[in-house]
């Protein structure tokens, strides 16, 4: 019997419906009148799977005998290619941090094919860490175990949570050592390497529009909007003047929708350039991403953009519609009218605004949205988790066990939420009192709403998670990894397919962030070097 993974049925439509590159070779260059190059994975020496995701191995029939063959870890650690796969690097340009940083590319991703699986759904499979591309300009292409540590059990963490996301099937370290910088210090330290296998219906970006249009290659422009819309957009219908525009609006939709979800978990990007703006606003490229432990709308976990925050915390929206704004620039030449393309820009904010406030109302557990008095709720409500250290996700999760039938003292109220705070010494007689008036109002507010405290517990709990990738936990699990103890990655892995569950046998990977971790490197800040 063939192995499971001969028997996929590729449909490689990028390669075969796009233009390729008329250079060979991998040494970096300029990839002109083309989207993408054709390459092939670097061999390893000694691949070892440390993790693969079931979820993930379910789209293509896989089975757990199958991803631990030894045939898996050789195709997704890059030494092998499974029938019908059809390995490149695709061409993207991009602005990164503000500023048009012209060619990118897949520097160090490979993509292996689409496989068309047995419901008709479209997945690609995509290698990270696989080795040199014509895209990898000084880089080396390939990954580290901390890094790929970080994009796997993210990617399958924010996917359990219901965040558009790229999925992740395995993790294998190559047995390959790297040199990383990791502190930019001149100090370089030798790394395992590893690779990703990142699995998503598309892996285009808005920097994959944006780079012909910078080069005024239209009609690469037009092939690659058309291929996007019969391919991933099949339901507007063909391309036309009309369709351009109805899919500019559904992108906005699309990110508006995934930066609130963001927003409501507390998870920060880190860097949100137009190269890692997915067009089907998935979240993507897990850097030096973040999770916020107390609650800070100015936090940014990336080192490398310390001083202007310009990827913080509260700026995810702001950034989103800014990149949709460069999104429309490259798209103009194909729609030549600017009114109706603002107009896709506005639908972004109002899916934004609109959309923030229903997830803000879910996670208060009101029903409705009451504008006279909820808007100042959920404000006020920012502005007290501010006054003092407060935990974001033990705060919401403790919120949902107020009880507000019974008359409960200042004392009492404060009690209940006493897990969230990191330094409760700290609480002053002010911040009680304002603490307490906000959930005398919030407590007003259920009442009037007339839901069950035990229905609305259940309510927040669906949209409240109790556990996140909390930065310190995945340290711990890379720390262990780097041992050759893949344990801790595995178990959080499995923790966090069920995020909303109370899970009390895993209360540790609940608990706030300890005070170790508070400043050191990989727990609360991050550099770019992965
Ligand atoms: P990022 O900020 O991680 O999205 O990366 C920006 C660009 O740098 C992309 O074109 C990546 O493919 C490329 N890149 C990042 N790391 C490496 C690496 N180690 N080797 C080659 N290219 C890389
Ligand atoms: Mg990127």
Redesign the pocket.
Known sequence: MPHKLDQLHFDNRFVQQLPTDASTGQHPRQVEEACYSPVTPTLVSNPQLIAYAQEVADLFDLTAADCHSDYFTQIFAGNQLAQGMQPYAMC?G?H?FGHWAGQ??????INLGEVLNKKGERWAMQLK?AG??P???T?????VLRSSVREFLCSEAMFHLGVPTTRALSLMTTGEQVARDMFYDGNPQWEKGAVVCRVAPSFIRFGSFEIHAARNNVTLLRELVDYTLRTDFPHLGEPSVETYLAWFNEVCIKTAEMVVHWQRVGFVHG?M?T??MSILGLTI?Y?PYGWLDNYDPDWTPNTTDREQRRYRFGNQPQIAGWNLNQLANAIYPLIEQVEPLQQALQLYSKTFIDGYQAMMTEKLGLQVFEPDTDKALQDDLLAVLVLAETDMTIFYRKLANISTGIELSDKQLMAELSEAYYQPEKLTEVIKTQTVLWLRRYINRVQQDKTEDTQRKQAMNLVNPKYVLRNYLAQLAIDKAEQGDNSLVNELLEVLRHPYAEQPEHQTWAEKRPDWARTKAGCSMLS?S?
């Open positions: 993207y991009g990164q990118l590319g897949d520097g160090r991703a860490g040199l591309t895209y990898s300009r880089a080396d292409g390939l990954a860097v350039n190269d890692n490229d850097g770019c992965s």
